[in-house]
């Protein structure tokens, strides 16, 4: 599909934001950079964006085909995703399966405690105040969505746990938790955004229980690119590592 990009609408921390010739459009940038630790631990890591964009990728594909809104259109080239334009609502939703990260920091859980129950919790995007945790009350106090739209956006966020957890296990990953975003198309729905990659998720393999994500930057490993490859090699398919010579 060739379509005409036009400005950036957006500039944030990974990606930028384009505007397309269509109003209903985007085009969404992958950039290399990296981020971690509030916005201190900062690199450039070459190809972060190819892999990135192909991963989101697929997982949107994934969850499309099990009738999960996405903003997801099209790969337009590695690093490039057309997309619905949405009004993003600034929540994190953070889905746990496996304790780990941040909420071991926060409450007495053991690492790596499975929770039988997976556990949502939102955060308030918002690097001013530092991401802070959010309840109910205070997310409605704020505006930022009634209870009906928070309990919506549980509800669409535990069946993307169940596809995901699903889908990644069949292919040797265990999805340990994972980052999402949401905003409103222009019909008023509760649609997917952002990225489903190892910068917004923990991914362990299964076998090995090796970390595939972005925890190996947060802890100064090397190989992160590596592990970022082998992500996207297991979970596409045969004509897609193909095309994206994988
Ligand atoms: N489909 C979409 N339409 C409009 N805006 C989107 C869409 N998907 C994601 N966004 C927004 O685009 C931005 C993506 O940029 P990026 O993730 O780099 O920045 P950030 O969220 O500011 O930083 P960080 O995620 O590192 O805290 C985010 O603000 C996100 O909410
Ligand atoms: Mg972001």
Redesign the pocket.
Same mark, same amino acid.
């Given at each position: 599909m060739s379509i005409k990009v036009g400005k950036v609408i957006?500039s944030?921390?990974?990606?930028?934001?384009y505007e397309t010739e269509h109003s209903d459009q985007?085009v969404?940038k992958f950039r290399d950079d990296i981020?971690a630790g509030d916005g201190e631990k900062k690199d450039c890591l070459h190809q972060k964006g190819y892999y990135n964009s192909i991963i989101s990728s697929k997982l949107f594909k994934v969850l499309e085909e099990k009738g999960i809104k996405t903003?997801y259109i099209e790969l337009l080239e590695p690093g490039e995703m057309l997309?619905?334009?949405?009004k993003?609502i600034p929540l994190e939703v953070i889905t746990r399966n496996i304790a780990a990260g941040s909420l071991l920091k926060k409450f007495p859980f053991k690492d790596k405690q499975v929770f039988d129950n997976p556990i949502i919790q939102m955060d308030y995007?918002n #690097?001013e105040y530092h991401d802070p945790m959010l309840n109910d009350d205070i997310s409605m106090a704020l505006n930022l969505a009634t209870k009906e739209e928070l309990d919506e956006i549980r509800e669409i966020t535990h069946k993307i746990n169940a596809i995901l957890k699903d889908f990644l296990a069949s292919k040797g990953i265990k999805l340990v938790d994972f980052k999402i975003?949401f905003?409103y198309d222009n019909d008023g729905n509760i649609v997917l955004? #952002?990225?489903i990659s190892p910068d917004t998720c923990r991914y362990w393999d299964i076998k090995t229980f090796d970390v595939l994500d972005k925890d190996l930057f947060r802890q100064g490993e090397c190989g992160i690119m590596d592990a970022y490859k082998k992500v996207a090699s297991m979970i596409l398919d045969e004509e897609e590592l193909q095309k994206f010579e994988i």
């Open positions: 957006y944030g921390k990974a990606k930028d934001v985007v969404v981020t903003q997309s619905h334009k949405l993003m995007k #690097d975003e905003g955004g #952002d990225e």
